[in-house]
């Protein structure tokens, strides 16, 4: 498998800190390449950041772009209810180490509070017992893709991908931030693949990506996960100048749709069919907006790759510049727009 690299233009640095993903909570204009010679291209642009060390001044991560990312300020009341649960969940960890069910809350908890490096410890040594747990491999290699560390998360997923092979039954699983109506709607086997295929997504292995998506396609239970799915396998294809397939795979969602936490995937995926416009989805000028960060980052992405894959390069690259000049750089679509603009910059787009 190959990894991405970072032009000598760009400093690859080692992430020291730590950070969770706030988000549930995702090219180029069509150029005749194949997915192949797209991912060779991308291979001499993009690498995730190792090996090299830096002082800790406060920050919690260095972005693909050299940016030191601090923790966002989390209001105190929530403060409190977190800490409160990281509490609850040590409590039952110290009683019962042994429990899985214990290690995955623990390390869950941390992670909540940004103590991620402390979060992805728990779940390493988790896995020192039990080495054959998909559940804490599916939770390490979600934390490592927070960390730039696309490499490490790729392999805990295709680990945990190998180790559900022939497993039948989709197992709900909890929500560590439930959804407005409390209903956990995604399952393990769902994030397994979801993940992997947004591993090899910003690693730019795009076949692998659409390889992943169709296998996470097949435990899409819900509306809510088929249009995650759909997005991001969307976004693959036409990274890869597979216009007609990306065409074909939205073509069955519809604007009616029983949507419960997903509604920025819903939007975006009507915008790609043209029934909204991508001024509607996101708006630059409402900047007073306390979720505009959040909101750029999520519904963002999705806009900045429609510019680019229509050839309004400009609008795509004040967009992307726009994503990570906010805090939400543990949403998936903030670390994708990293890759994106470095490849823009370095004009491997």
């Known amino acids: 498998m190959r990894s991405v690299k970072l032009k000598s233009n760009f400093i690859a640095v080692r992430i020291v800190g730590v950070a969770f993903i706030l988000a549930v909570c995702w090219s180029c204009v069509e150029t005749g390449k194949t997915s192949s010679e797209q991912e060779a291209e991308i291979s001499s642009i993009i690498t995730a950041p190792k090996d090299t060390t830096i002082t800790d001044d406060g920050f919690e991560a260095i972005s693909l772009l050299g940016t030191k990312l601090y923790p966002p300020e989390i209001p105190s009341r929530t403060q409190r209810l977190l800490e409160a649960n990281l509490q609850e969940a040590l409590n039952d960890f110290n009683q019962n180490p042994d429990s899985l069910e214990n290690i995955i809350w623990y390390g869950r908890r941390l992670a909540y509070l940004y103590r991620l490096k402390e979060s992805i410890k728990v779940y390493s040594d988790g896995l020192a017992q039990f080495p054959d747990s998909y559940r804490l491999l599916r939770h390490r290699g979600h934390r490592y893709i927070s960390l730039r560390d696309f490499d490490r998360a790729t392999q805990d997923l295709e680990q945990a991908a190998f180790l559900i092979r022939g497993l039948d ?33 910003l690693k730019g ?21 088929v249009l995650a799915t759909t997005d991001w396998l969307y976004m693959t294809y036409r990274k890869t100048g597979n216009v007609e397939a990306a065409k074909a795979l939205i073509e069955p969602i ?5 949507v419960i936490e997903n509604d920025a995937y819903h939007k975006r995926i009507l915008m790609y069919k043209g029934d909204i416009d991508p001024t509607e989805l996101i708006d630059l000028r409402r900047t007073n907006d306390p979720g505009v960060s959040l909101k750029i980052a999520t519904q963002g992405y999705g806009v900045a790759n429609w510019y680019l894959y229509n050839g309004e390069v400009n609008k795509a690259r004040q967009l992307f510049e726009k994503i990570v000049e906010g805090t939400s750089w543990t949403a998936f679509g903030y670390i994708a727009a990293e890759v994106d603009l470095a490849n823009l910059n370095a004009g491997g787009l």
């Open 205 to 225: 292995n795009y076949d692998k990506a659409i390889s992943a998506y169709k296998k996470c396609m097949e435990v899409s239970n819900n509306d809510d996960l």
């Open 254 to 258: 519809k604007k009616r749709m029983n």
């Open 169 to 201: 039954s989709l197992m709900i699983e909890p929500d560590g931030a439930p959804n407005k109506l409390n209903r956990p709607l995604s399952n393990t086997q769902f994030n397994i693949w979801y993940h992997l295929g947004l591993a090899y997504y």
